[in-house]
Protein backbone atom coordinates (compact mmCIF):
# COMPACT_ATOMS: atom_id res chain seq x y z
CA UNK A 1 0.00 0.00 0.00
CA UNK A 2 0.71 3.74 -0.42
CA UNK A 3 0.04 6.05 2.12
CA UNK A 4 -0.20 10.12 0.57
CA UNK A 5 0.08 12.81 3.17
CA UNK A 6 -0.79 16.43 1.58
CA UNK A 7 1.29 19.49 2.96
CA UNK A 8 1.31 23.49 1.83
CA UNK A 9 -2.02 24.28 1.53
CA UNK A 10 -3.19 27.90 3.32
CA UNK A 11 -4.71 31.24 2.65
CA UNK A 12 -3.58 33.63 0.05
CA UNK A 13 -4.76 36.51 -1.86
CA UNK A 14 -5.45 36.09 -5.28
CA UNK A 15 -2.28 36.76 -7.87
CA UNK A 16 0.24 34.95 -4.91
CA UNK A 17 1.53 31.74 -5.09
CA UNK A 18 1.74 28.00 -2.89
CA UNK A 19 3.43 25.49 -3.35
CA UNK A 20 1.57 21.63 -2.22
CA UNK A 21 4.10 18.90 -1.59
CA UNK A 22 2.60 15.18 -1.03
CA UNK A 23 4.49 12.58 0.60
CA UNK A 24 4.80 8.87 -0.17
CA UNK A 25 5.54 5.85 2.35
CA UNK A 26 4.58 2.56 2.37
CA UNK A 27 6.18 2.26 -1.41
CA UNK A 28 8.37 4.08 -3.28
CA UNK A 29 6.16 6.31 -6.21
CA UNK A 30 9.05 5.62 -8.02
CA UNK A 31 7.13 3.40 -10.52
CA UNK A 32 3.61 4.82 -9.92
CA UNK A 33 2.45 7.82 -11.89
CA UNK A 34 0.57 10.15 -9.64
CA UNK A 35 -1.51 12.99 -10.28
CA UNK A 36 -3.57 16.27 -8.09
CA UNK A 37 -7.03 16.50 -8.35
CA UNK A 38 -9.28 18.97 -6.22
CA UNK A 39 -12.93 19.72 -4.93
CA UNK A 40 -14.65 22.53 -4.13
CA UNK A 41 -17.87 22.53 -2.11
CA UNK A 42 -20.62 21.66 -3.56
CA UNK A 43 -18.89 20.54 -6.72
CA UNK A 44 -17.32 17.39 -7.96
CA UNK A 45 -13.75 16.25 -7.79
CA UNK A 46 -12.00 17.68 -10.79
CA UNK A 47 -8.05 16.65 -12.29
CA UNK A 48 -5.90 19.28 -12.29
CA UNK A 49 -2.26 17.86 -13.07
CA UNK A 50 -0.49 14.52 -13.74
CA UNK A 51 2.77 13.33 -14.32
CA UNK A 52 3.93 10.03 -15.60
CA UNK A 53 5.99 7.37 -13.33
CA UNK A 54 9.40 8.02 -15.26
CA UNK A 55 8.26 12.14 -14.37
CA UNK A 56 9.36 12.18 -18.06
CA UNK A 57 5.07 13.30 -18.95
CA UNK A 58 3.15 15.98 -17.27
CA UNK A 59 -0.22 17.03 -18.01
CA UNK A 60 -2.89 19.67 -17.29
CA UNK A 61 -6.28 20.87 -16.86
CA UNK A 62 -7.05 23.92 -18.87
CA UNK A 63 -8.23 25.46 -16.28
CA UNK A 64 -4.41 25.37 -15.17
CA UNK A 65 -2.21 25.04 -17.69
CA UNK A 66 0.59 27.66 -17.57
CA UNK A 67 0.29 28.77 -13.91
CA UNK A 68 0.42 25.33 -12.18
CA UNK A 69 3.67 23.02 -12.66
CA UNK A 70 3.72 19.21 -11.16
CA UNK A 71 6.36 17.52 -10.76
CA UNK A 72 8.27 14.56 -8.71
CA UNK A 73 11.17 13.48 -6.87
CA UNK A 74 11.64 9.63 -7.20
CA UNK A 75 14.35 10.19 -4.45
CA UNK A 76 12.17 11.79 -1.87
CA UNK A 77 8.89 9.85 -2.76
CA UNK A 78 7.69 13.21 -3.05
CA UNK A 79 5.65 14.70 -5.83
CA UNK A 80 5.00 18.59 -5.86
CA UNK A 81 2.15 21.54 -7.04
CA UNK A 82 3.57 24.79 -7.45
CA UNK A 83 0.84 26.80 -8.01
CA UNK A 84 1.43 30.51 -9.56
CA UNK A 85 -1.46 33.19 -10.35
CA UNK A 86 -3.75 32.01 -8.46
CA UNK A 87 -7.37 32.88 -8.83
CA UNK A 88 -10.32 32.23 -6.46
CA UNK A 89 -12.00 30.15 -8.48
CA UNK A 90 -8.34 27.83 -7.23
CA UNK A 91 -10.20 27.56 -4.03
CA UNK A 92 -10.54 23.76 -3.13
CA UNK A 93 -9.20 20.99 -1.30
CA UNK A 94 -6.37 19.24 -2.63
CA UNK A 95 -5.23 15.86 -2.94
CA UNK A 96 -3.00 13.73 -4.55
CA UNK A 97 -3.14 10.42 -6.21
CA UNK A 98 -0.83 7.47 -7.34
CA UNK A 99 -1.72 5.35 -9.85
CA UNK A 100 -0.29 2.27 -11.57
CA UNK A 101 -0.92 2.51 -15.19
CA UNK A 102 -2.38 6.73 -15.52
CA UNK A 103 -1.60 9.99 -15.26
CA UNK A 104 -4.71 11.70 -16.21
CA UNK A 105 -8.20 11.55 -15.57
CA UNK A 106 -10.89 10.39 -14.38
CA UNK A 107 -10.60 9.78 -10.19
CA UNK A 108 -11.48 5.90 -10.69
CA UNK A 109 -8.01 5.25 -12.03
CA UNK A 110 -6.36 5.68 -8.83
CA UNK A 111 -6.33 3.77 -6.05
CA UNK A 112 -4.32 5.38 -3.35
CA UNK A 113 -5.54 8.98 -2.29
CA UNK A 114 -4.45 11.68 0.92
CA UNK A 115 -6.17 13.21 3.01
CA UNK A 116 -6.30 16.69 1.20
CA UNK A 117 -4.66 19.78 2.22
CA UNK A 118 -7.02 23.09 1.80
CA UNK A 119 -6.11 25.57 -0.94
CA UNK A 120 -8.41 29.46 0.15
CA UNK A 121 -7.59 32.65 -2.41
CA UNK A 122 -9.16 35.42 -1.42
CA UNK A 123 -10.11 38.21 -4.00
Known amino acids: QVQLVESGGGLVQAGGSLRLSCAASGRTISMYSMAWFRQAPGKEREFVAGISWSGGRTYYADSVKGRFTISKDNAKNTVYLQMNSLKPEDTAVYYC????????????????WGQGTQVTVSS
Open 97 to 112: ASSTYTYTDPPRNYGY
